[in-house]
């Protein structure tokens, strides 16, 4: 978007700048200082992208810009008041009130201010020319200035609303955890009830048939092993039973699955899943497993923070069933250079931990987080 904006405000600098020229006038040494001030106005255009981040330095070029296009476009003699001055200084009046502050560029408006006023001081202009000049840039600068009050109160309200959203998302997170605790409260409940009741009492009853056992007779042996064994049974599965109740650990790739689908809901992120290579059969370990999710976690909180695009690709594989690989992908709009922060760097460290890499790339088009573990034997 940023970049599409950049090229937009380029084509409409060009466009007014091929209008200006057509009025230059003169020898081939004025025409051609002239086109050497062009070229410097153009220079200092394409530094723009590099110094967005930094509006002390952003205000400066553009204030040498408006500069320069006075000097350019002053009217010599016989020439009269080239009104194209009148359009780009109003391209570059708009630019610094969209980029910059009010404060920072209110500067871009004085300066163009007075360069006109410089022209109309030292120009023996009719009085409608003078007229027509100073109420469009009262008119101007008062456009551009309701613009600002109406895009600051816009950028407010989708601030509060993404603070609202953070909030609601917060909340569905610990109502969803209570809720998960709550249920696993329960569960170890019941699983103690049945170990402490049931377990207890098949225990008890195996020891009364092993004693039973002792004193039957001969004949009655072979039945009372059977009873034996169906306790024993009843007794193991009860005990597999307390296990499954007192574990709240989904392993492999479909409690990742449920936990991304999880998180896709409450971000609004449409992810494509691609599983190829048998990713679904995979033996993954507990610990495993939540090193992967964190790490998708954090790719899709990467594209939820610095990525307008509201989409993502990932994909799962585990060829040859001795690494499992998995990629998240998103589209980017804008070139600038990314620097691994907390999460990436905290995700590279829990995988390193358990024999994993990661491998982050960005492209012009794409922002890709790669990574792998080795699976035991």
Not at 113 to 131: H, M, P, R
Not at 270 to 279: C, D
Not at 321 to 343: C, D, L
Request: hydrophobic share 50%; with cysteine; glycine share 6%.
């Amino acid at each position: 978007m940023c970049m599409n904006l950049y090229w937009i405000w380029l084509l409409f600098n060009a466009v007014a700048w091929s209008f200006a020229i057509l009025g230059f006038s003169g020898d081939l040494s004025e025409i051609t200082w002239r086109l050497f001030g062009l070229s410097l106005f153009f220079i200092l255009f394409f530094f723009m992208p590099l110094v967005k981040e930094k509006p002390v330095i952003s205000t400066v070029l553009i204030a040498i810009n408006a500069v320069i296009s006075v000097i350019i476009l002053f009217p010599q003699q016989g020439e009269p008041f080239n009104l194209f001055l009148l359009l780009i200084l109003s391209l570059l009046i708009g630019e610094a009130y969209y980029q910059l502050s009010t404060r920072l560029a209110s500067i871009i408006a004085i300066v163009s201010t007075i360069g006109v006023i410089f022209i109309i001081l030292n120009k023996d202009l009719s009085a409608t020319e003078i007229s027509f000049i100073l109420l469009y840039l009262v008119f101007l600068i008062a456009a551009i200035i309701l613009y600002k009050q109406t895009k600051n109160e816009k950028d407010d309200f989708f601030l509060r609303y993404d603070v609202l959203l953070s909030e609601y998302r917060s909340l569905k997170r610990r109502v969803v955890s209570e809720e998960e605790s709550a249920r696993q409260e329960e569960r170890t409940l019941i699983a103690h009830e049945i170990h402490d009741s049931v377990g207890h009492k098949l225990t008890a009853l195996l020891m009364q048939m092993e004693a039973f056992r002792l004193t039957a007779d001969e004949k009655d042996q072979e039945q009372i092993q059977s009873l034996k064994s169906l306790a024993s049974e009843s007794l193991e599965e009860t005990r597999n039973a307390v296990k499954v109740l007192k574990s709240n650990e989904i392993g492999g790739l479909q409690g990742i699955l449920r936990l991304i689908r999880m998180l896709e809901t409450e971000s609004f992120i449409r992810i494509q899943f691609s599983v190829k290579h048998g990713a679904f059969t995979v033996p993954l370990t507990g610990e495993q497993s939540f090193v992967i999710f964190r790490s998708v976690q954090e790719a899709l909180t990467n594209i939820m923070k610095h990525s307008n695009a509201r989409e993502a690709e990932i994909s799962f594989e585990a060829p040859g069933g001795s690494v499992f690989r998995f990629e998240i992908s998103n589209p980017v709009m804008n070139s600038y250079r990314f620097e691994e922060g907390f999460g990436l760097t905290s995700m590279r460290e829990r995988l390193d931990k358990i024999g994993g890499q990661l491998e982050v790339q960005k492209t012009e088009e794409q922002f890709i987080v790669k990574g792998f573990i080795k699976l035991a034997d």
